[in-house]
C-alpha cells in the first residue's frame, strides 16, 4: 500500500468560531477584516471592484468587514486624490453597493469614518490647507523608529475647524445608517487627525483641547456625542486606537494602566461600545508585568468590547506592520500563534481578531480555518495592494 499523507494535529480553534453580539449588530465569528486603505478610488469614488472585493471576505466567513479609511466631508479630510470619500452621490453609491453584497453573503459591515489631519504619508503633497491641532507635525520615522525633527503645517485648529470637523463625523455616522451598515468605527489612530489631538507632542494647546491626556481626549469625546446624538443608542460606535504613530512606531500615550485608564474613561462614557486596539503584533503586553496586549487592557479598564489586531495569520519572518516594507513582501501563511490569540479569547482577554494581510492574502481565511484546510491558506503578496482581488 502506498503510504498515506499525514497532517499535523490541529488546536482547537473554536474561540474564533463562536457568535458574538454588541448593541443591534450580531457576528456569526470572532473574525474581523481589519481596515485597509488601498487608494483605490480615484478622486475619492471607490473603484467599481469594490464590492464584489469585500462580498468574496464575506463569502469567506468573516464575521465583520471594516472598510478601510474613508474621508468624511471635509475639505482636508483624505490623504490624497485616491482615496475613497463617504460623501457625494457617487461614493455613497458605491458604498451602498458594497454594504448590500457583503449583507448578500451573510456578512456583517462597517465603515471607518476618517480624517487625516496633518499626515504626510501621500505619495504627492496635499496642494490643500491641511488642519491639526497646534500645526506641528512629525515627517519620520527615523530609522529607529522614532519621529523626525517636527516641523509646522498650518495654523492651529480655530474653534470653528473644530466644530465642522465634529459635523461631519457625525453626518458621516448618521449616512452610514441610512445605507444600511452594521455600525460605524471612528478612525482614532496611527498619528491622524484624532490622535493628533490625543498626542503632546503635536497637540500643544493651551485652550480646553489641550493639557493632559485625559483633557486631549476632548475633541474625541465630542466626537462621539455627535456620532451617538446622530444614530441613537443602539447603533455601534466602534473606535481604533494606537499607541504607536506611523510617523513614530515608539510613541505611546500611556506608560501605565492608569494613564490608559484616564484616556479610556471618557471616551467609552461618551458612547464606544469596541475599542479596536492596533498593534504591530498582537502578542505584545502592552505594560510590564502582565501579559495583557492593549486590547485587552482596554476591555479590562474600560468595561468595553475589544478587538485586537497585528499579524494574525502571517508567518514569524513576517515584517510588522508599520515597517517601510510591510506591503513590499510576501508575507507566509501561518497558524503558529493561533493557539496563542485563541487562548487570549477563552480567557475573555479581548472580544475580537482583526486579521489585514493574512486576509488579503485568502479571503477563505476563515472557512479554511474552520474546516481545517489550513494546508490551502494563500500567502499575501505585494500585488495584491495593487488590485482588489
Not at 34 to 57: C, D, K, L, T
Request: a negative charge.
Amino acid at each position: 500500500m502506498g503510504s498515506q499523507e499525514t497532517r499535523p494535529v490541529v488546536a482547537s480553534r473554536d474561540a474564533l468560531f463562536q457568535p458574538f453580539t454588541v448593541k443591534s449588530l450580531s457576528l456569526r465569528n470572532r473574525i474581523v477584516m481589519s481596515p485597509m486603505g488601498q487608494a483605490h478610488a480615484v478622486n475619492g469614488i471607490p473603484e467599481p471592484g469594490y464590492p464584489a472585493y469585500f462580498r468574496r471576505r464575506a463569502e469567506g466567513e468573516v464575521g465583520l468587514i471594516v472598510s478601510g479609511a474613508t474621508a468624511i466631508a471635509h475639505p482636508s479630510a483624505h490623504m490624497d486624490l485616491n482615496e475613497p470619500h463617504f460623501h457625494g452621490d457617487e461614493p455613497l453609491a458605491g458604498w451602498k453597493q458594497a454594504v448590500d453584497e457583503v449583507h448578500a453573503a451573510g456578512g456583517r459591515m462597517i465603515p471607518q469614518l476618517w480624517h487625516s489631519g496633518l499626515h504626510g504619508l501621500a505619495y504627492v503633497p496635499p496642494t490643500w490647507e491641511m488642519h491639526g491641532p497646534s500645526g506641528v507635525w512629525f515627517p519620520g520615522p527615523q530609522a529607529d523608529g522614532s519621529a523626525g525633527p517636527n516641523e509646522v503645517r498650518g495654523k492651529p485648529m480655530s474653534q470653528a475647524d473644530i466644530d465642522a470637523v465634529i459635523a461631519a463625523f457625525g453626518e458621516a455616522a448618521e449616512t452610514a445608517q441610512r445605507l444600511g451598515f452594521d455600525g460605524t468605527e471612528i478612525h482614532a489612530a496611527h498619528g491622524f487627525l484624532i490622535d493628533q489631538f490625543f498626542w503632546e507632542k503635536t497637540n500643544l494647546r493651551s485652550d480646553g483641547y489641550g493639557g493632559d491626556l485625559r483633557d486631549r481626549t476632548r475633541f474625541a469625546v465630542e466626537i462621539l456625542q455627535e456620532v451617538r446624538r446622530r444614530v441613537g443608542p443602539d447603533f455601534p460606535i466602534f473606535m481604533r486606537i494606537s499607541q504607536f504613530k506611523m510617523m513614530d512606531y515608539t510613541a505611546r500615550l500611556a506608560d501605565t494602566p492608569q494613564q490608559l485608564a484616564a484616556f479610556l474613561e471618557p471616551l467609552a462614557d461618551a458612547g464606544v461600545d469596541v475599542f479596536d486596539c492596533s498593534l504591530r503584533r498582537f502578542q505584545q503586553p502592552a505594560f510590564d508585568g502582565s501579559h495583557l496586549n492593549l486590547a485587552g487592557w482596554a476591555k479590562k479598564l474600560s468595561g468595553k468590547a475589544a478587538m485586537c489586531c497585528g499579524g494574525i495569520g502571517l508567518g514569524a519572518g513576517s515584517v510588522d506592520f508599520g515597517d517601510a516594507d510591510a506591503y513590499k513582501a510576501t508575507a507566509t501563511a501561518s497558524l503558529t500563534d493561533l493557539d496563542s490569540l485563541c487562548e487570549m479569547l477563552d480567557r475573555g482577554d479581548f472580544d475580537l481578531a482583526s486579521l489585514a494581510r493574512a486576509i488579503l492574502g485568502d479571503a477563505a481565511w476563515p472557512a479554511k480555518v474552520r474546516a481545517g484546510r489550513e494546508h490551502e491558506l494563500k500567502p499575501f503578496t505585494a500585488d495584491l495592494m495593487l488590485s482588489l482581488s
